[in-house]
């Protein structure tokens, strides 16, 4: 369920200028990919033949490469024997391939991502060529664990480069790179029952400490690119979303819906703002920190002011009587 970098991953230190050189010098394929000109280098392009957009070529090239370098111990047996097709597989009892599908329904284009991206020589080449050629709308149906974090970003910019409006309904599970994928779409609907997951970027390697720092800082710019199309798509920073990452977080439809990252929950659609709030300081009260509230002072009881020597006035009932009786003389 995690996403992965594959072993070519650990060697993508050559700039654009370096790649163009070792074309010209016939170290790398002409349009730069596959540079090898270390052991090293031959390893990587061994194990990452499945990701070529030509597989026959870049076979031929990783032959001639080494046997310049005096390594043609490194080739698989299948590639010495004269195997035509060679790539890393899947066990037996796990080959599929049929990852994707793509369905043409009464003029309405449908695709289908129901299994794991890219990995065990299944890359996203394919996939992308048929839907660079589909015209129009296209609705993606998604239902995947994740997969290989690269061939993931390929398909979620397709997803965004594309003319036509893009709908990607998520039936089941967005997990992983999965969950990159749908934010590619114009519109993102989530089934009332399915679950969306993000998390940080994984891999295994082997190697020495210098290659395990470099693969640490790979991963951690990955993450970092990860989490800035999640603040794409839903608001918010991208250090924000990496720490949801961190913590491998888990949304339902409607918990998905509350943050952003899905515009509507089938059935239930995302409540839109009645007015452009940018111009304040908090774009309204979801926004905003909590109001400060003051105490209303408390009232201080009124306290006569009451001299010591002023005699306490009583009411003498029969001098007034005998006061009134002499007054009706």
Known sequence: ?????????????FTTEERQRLAKSGEAMPDGSFPIVTREDLDNAIHAIGRASDPAAAKAHIKKRAAALGATDALPDDWKSGTSNWTPKRPKNLTKVDWYRIENKAGANEVYIY??????????GSFLNELRALDGDVSVHL???????????????????RAGETTVHVDGLAASIASVIAMGADRVVMAPKAQLMIHEGFTMAAGDAADMRKLADLLDRTSDNIASVYADKAGNTTEFWRNRMREETWYSA???LDAGLVDEVEGKAKKADAFDLSMYNH????????????????ETPVVENKK?????????????????????K
């Open 308 to 328: 010591d020597d002023e005699p306490e006035f009583t009411w003498d009932f029969a001098a007034f009587k005998s006061s009134l009786k002499e007054g009706l």
């Open 143 to 161: 239902n995947s664990p994740g997969g290989d974090v690269f061939d993931g970003l390929a398909i979620y910019q397709a997803l965004k480069n």
């Open 254 to 256: 409607d918990e998905a």
């Open 1 to 13: 369920m995690k996403d992965y970098c594959d072993w070519d991953f650990l060697n993508r230190d």
């Open 115 to 124: 299994d794991e991206i890219g990995g065990y020589g299944m890359t996203s």
């Open 283 to 298: 774009a309204g009260r979801g926004n905003a920190p909590a109001p400060v509230t003051i105490d209303a002072p408390a």
